[in-house]
């Protein structure tokens, strides 16, 4: 459960990938200032080593192993990301690694995974098959299984990204960052509420990977659908712990469009010469339609990811040549502190 998740483990976790996971840019955009009314900075993860956030977390939990159990190799299930950071991590370390990812995956990530040296088994039809598959994999053949989202040491991995945010901007007063499986906002979330609990954190979802929304409107668990999305990193549902942490981490969650996502892509291509996948984009996806509207500044926005086939990227910005912002909506407030 969340309580589990301690803001000394991020700290450890710094110290253990200094050197591999690269400190990442924080940069201040102008004009998302201007609409914001504060100062908006952008986490620049989408330039990553691996292209998204996923390494921190792969690296520090592989690295984290005893010896006798990396030498039997490791497993893990992906959209791409994770896998990316995970066949890195193993290839780094000399380990052995399977990665299960959907055969929807896009190619980059697909091949990238490839190129690092990992297995890759790309038959299942979406996440959560490659995700049943991975684990029954790692139970039957006795090997450590290394999830995205429910690994302890994944998870304060994923945390660094808000150090480095917190000590390069003291100031900071709300973090935007998207919400899938919540590894992400679990490391968050463990280091903000400890050590700047002042911090607001702002989630963002696709309406085709809302999850997380589904799960805290309900007050359960909530399957939901396999439709393609932009945000492949945030697709498939979650489970308890995901959830545990959505209630104790977020201040609010916002939902955007498949549209809006596009727009957003576009935009920061346009504007801050930026690749950033549909998974990373969905927070400026969130400022640019108003749907999170006159937040407390500064803000710092975590661009997660910018793992995007080159032809994809190429066609969603063609399609949408200007900013297209409108008025949008309020945001959700959710399990309000």
């Given amino acids: 459960m969340f309580s589990d998740l301690r803001s000394r483990d991020v700290h450890a976790a710094a110290e253990r990938i ?27 993860e989408c330039r990553q080593v691996t292209g998204s956030f996923k390494l921190r977390g792969a690296y520090n939990a592989l690295a984290s192993l005893a010896s006798e159990r990396r030498a039997r190799g490791v497993v893990a299930a992906s959209a791409g990301n994770h896998g990316l950071g995970i066949a890195y991590a193993a290839r780094e370390l000399g380990i052995p690694a399977t ?3 959907p055969s929807t995956a896009p190619a980059v990530k697909r091949d990238g995974i490839i190129a690092l040296g990992a297995k890759v088994d790309a038959t299942s ?6 995700l049943a598959r991975a684990v029954a994999h790692a139970e039957r053949e006795d090997v450590p299984f290394v999830s995205a989202t429910g690994d302890t040491d994944v998870i304060a991995g994923q945390g660094t990204a808000a150090l480095e945010i917190l000590e390069e901007l003291q100031t900071v007063r709300t973090i935007i960052g998207p919400v899938g499986g919540a590894g992400l906002l679990g490391g968050f979330g463990s280091l903000l ?5 002042a911090v607001r954190i702002v989630g963002v979802q696709g309406t085709r990977s809302d999850a997380m929304a589904r799960a805290l409107e309900a007050g359960r668990l909530v399957s939901v659908s396999h439709e393609g999305t932009l945000a492949d990193g945030l697709a498939g549902d979650i489970d308890d712990l995901a959830l545990d942490v959505g209630k104790h981490s977020l201040d609010a969650l916002s939902i955007v469009t498949e549209e809006e996502i596009e727009i ?10 930026l690749v950033v996948e549909g998974s990373g984009a969905v927070g400026v996806a969130a400022l640019l339609q108003k749907k999170i509207y006159k937040p407390n500044g500064p803000v710092a926005v975590v661009l997660s990811g910018g793992n995007i086939d ?14 297209g912002v409108r008025a949008g909506t309020a945001e959700t407030s959710v399990s309000p502190r």
């Fill in 18 to 44: 200094r050197g591999i996971a690269r400190r990442t840019d924080l940069r201040r955009s102008p004009v998302l200032s201007e609409l914001a009314g504060t100062d908006v900075f952008l986490k620049l």
């Fill in 99 to 101: 990665l299960y990812i």
């Fill in 125 to 130: 039809p979406d996440y959560d098959h490659a």
């Fill in 193 to 197: 509420r400890a050590e700047a609990p």
């Fill in 264 to 273: 957003a892509i576009a935009w920061l291509s346009r504007e801050e010469a």
């Fill in 310 to 323: 080159a032809a994809r990227h190429a066609e969603v910005v063609a399609r949408h040549p200007a900013q």
